[in-house]
C-alpha cells in the first residue's frame, strides 16, 4: 500500500514517514500543496495524508481539486489544534476521515488502515483469503492453513497486493508502484527477490510467473 504525506512540518513528517515505513507501507513525503496535488494526480496512492495549512495550495483546495478530477483515493486531513480550522469543511471538500494534532501516532495508524479497508470496500473485512492462505491484513498475519506463515512488513506488502488480484496477473511495475516509494530508483528487479522469498515460505507453486506480464497468486 502506497502512501502520499503532504505535510510542511518537517520533522513531523519525516517522522511519519519513517513510522509507516516501519508498519510496511511504501511512503512518499511532499512538503508544498501544489505539488501534493501533482503527485497525488499522478501516482498510484492508496491515501494520503493531508495537512490544511500548507505553503502552495491549502489542503482543503489540494482535496476539492482532486475530488472535482475524479480521484477517489481516500484522504485523512490533518487538522490545526486551534480549532482555527474547521473539520466540517474538510470533510465537504471530499475528505474521509481527519485527525486534529496533536494526534496519537497509534491513532493514526488505526485510521489509515480503517480507511484501506473501507477502500477495500465490500465487507469491509480485513481478511484476504486465497484458498488455504488467509491474511489478516490489520493483525499483519499470515497462515497458510492452520500453520503461521512469518513474513517480513515488505514480503507481506508484496503478497498483500498479488493477493487482492489473486487469479490475475500482477506486473512487476504494479507491485513497485504500491510497495516502494518514489525514491526507489534501483533495480525493478528487487520485486523477483521478493516473489522467491515468499515462495520458499509459501512453497514454489503459490506464485506463477507469466512471462513477460507478471505474477499471479494461485490458490493453494
Ligand atoms: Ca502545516
Known sequence: MR???VEDEKR???ALAAGLTAEGFAVDVVHDGLE???RAAE????LLVLDIMLPGMNGYRVCAA???AGHETPILMLTAKDGEYDEAEG?????DDYLTKPFSYVVLVARIRALLRRRGGGSGSPVVTVGALRMDTAARRVHLGEVEITLTAKEFAV???LALRAGQVVSKADVLEHVWDFAYDGDPNIVEVYVSALRRKLGAAAIRTVRGAGYRLEAL
Open 43 to 46: 501516482g498510484a496512492y492508496d
Open 159 to 161: 503478497l498483500e497486493q
Open 91 to 95: 470533510l465537504d471538500t471530499g475528505a
Open 3 to 5: 502512501l502520499l504525506i
Open 36 to 38: 501534493g496535488l501533482h
Open 66 to 68: 482532486l475530488r472535482a
Open 12 to 14: 513531523l513528517a519525516t
